[in-house]
């Protein structure tokens, strides 16, 4: 097995690509090592001392750590993907909840937004997170008030010293342009 590591705009996420689907269905991001027990390969993987986040997207493994060098980390990360998908463990346990679920829950706006939201949902899903996906992360919809989208970074975004120019530069005048009633985006 061959797992090809990529460079993330964040200095503290590298992105992993086993060659195999890691998620089939939404993500799953996990910031601590409770968090992870709902994951066979994120409770091993932070088992790594340094390793701090675990982001699994639909190819990729993006995984972040405290102080340490890559270049110690990288040799345990690697071999800790590795065994795990020659073990044919499932990546999710069985009673987990997808984070793409629990998002969901979380969204506010009012109902006669609706049809702004739905605009903003399809330029999300559409023009940033396939491009921030080959980043290692993840934007998605949280809310949206007053001419306000509030969105959650994940995976290499969360923590990113890049992300806010993504956000005010990128994705900000991204939906001015296609929504003229949002005036401002802001991370969550």
Not at 145 to 164: A, D, E, I, Q
Request: charged share 20%.
């Amino acid at each position: 097995m061959f797992i090809q590591t990529e460079a993330t705009p964040n200095p503290a996420t590298l992105k992993f690509l086993p060659g195999k689907v890691v998620m089939e269905n939404g993500t799953a991001e996990f910031r601590s090592a409770e968090d992870a027990e709902a994951s066979p390969l994120a409770a091993r993987l932070f088992e790594i001392p340094g390793v701090t986040g675990v982001y699994f997207g639909y190819d990729f493994i993006s995984v972040s750590k405290e102080n340490q060098e890559w270049q110690h980390l990288k040799p345990a990360i690697l071999g800790s993907i590795m065994e795990h998908f020659m073990s044919g463990k499932p990546v999710m346990g069985s009673t987990s909840v997808l984070s793409e679920v629990q998002d969901a829950g979380g969204e506010f706006f009012d109902e006669g937004d609706e049809a702004i939201v739905l605009t903003i949902k399809e330029l999300l899903d559409t023009r940033v997170r396939p491009a921030v996906a080959q980043d290692g992360g993840d934007i998605t919809f949280r809310g949206f008030r007053h001419g306000k989208v509030y969105l959650n970074m994940k995976g290499s975004c969360s923590g990113c010293p890049s992300s806010t120019a993504t956000l005010k530069h990128g994705v900000q005048n991204l939906l001015r342009h296609f929504v003229p009633e949002v005036q401002e985006v802001e991370a969550v």
